[in-house]
C-alpha cells in the first residue's frame, strides 16, 4: 500500500461581503453568516454594524473547489452565496511534487489510478506526442517509455499552449483516471524540447 504526502498545501482565497442590517438592541447578534465550506480566519467584528465580514477560503485540492455560505438576518430572507473557483497551484509549487513516470510509476498509476487521482498526484511526462485524440479539450497521447514505443498516456490539454503531433514536450500534469486502456492525466504546465 503507499503512503503519500499530503499533494498540495492548502490554498486560501479571501472572500468579504456585505449586507445591510440594522444595529440590534443590546449586545444581542442580529446577523448570522454561516459557512458550509472548508475554511479559515472568520472575522464577524463588523457583522452587527456594518454587516461585514470575511474569511479564507481553503482549497484542498486542484481543480474546481466550491465555496458557499449563507448570511442571515432576523425577519429578512437569507442569501445563499456559492462560488466555485477553479485551482491550480503556481508552476514551481505543482512541478516540485511531480513524480517520473518510469515503468515502476507507470505500472503503479495503471494499478491505483482512482486512489492516485483523488490525493492529485503529478506527474512528469516526457515524450513526442503521438497522435491527437480530441481537440476540445486538446486530447492527445504520448508514449513514455525510454524508447518512446510503449507506456502510452492520454494527456488532456489544460495548459492554455497547444501541443503539435510529432513535437517533443515535458509536460507536468495530476492523475485523473483510465481511457482506452490509458491513463488519462490534466496537464496543467508544458515546455517544449
Known sequence: MLTLPRVFPIMA???????????????????AVEISTPYSDLDLSE???????????????????????????????????????????AADEYTKKAWALDARNYADLLTNILFLAEKSQV?????????????????????????????????????????????????YADASATCNGMPLLVARYSYGK
Not at 13 to 31: H, K, R, Y
Not at 57 to 78: M, Q
Not at 143 to 171: A, C, F, H
Request: aromatic content about 14%; hydrophobic content about 35%.
Open 13 to 31: 482565497l479571501s472572500l468579504a461581503a456585505a449586507f445591510a442590517v440594522l444595529p440590534g438592541p443590546g449586545s444581542e447578534p442580529v446577523a
Open 47 to 89: 457583522i452587527d454594524t456594518t454587516g461585514k465580514f470575511s474569511f479564507n477560503a481553503v482549497f484542498d485540492h486542484i481543480g474546481n473547489n466550491r465555496i458557499a455560505f449563507t448570511a442571515s438576518y432576523p425577519g429578512k430572507k437569507p442569501s445563499e452565496i456559492s462560488y466555485t473557483v477553479y485551482y491550480v497551484p
Open 123 to 171: 506527474y512528469e511526462v516526457k515524450g513526442f506526442v503521438q497522435y491527437q485524440v480530441s481537440d476540445k479539450p486538446q486530447t492527445v497521447v504520448i508514449n513514455t517509455s525510454e524508447d518512446g514505443k510503449s507506456q502510452p498516456v492520454m494527456l488532456q490539454n489544460m495548459t492554455g499552449r497547444d501541443w503539435n503531433v510529432g513535437e517533443y514536450y515535458r509536460i
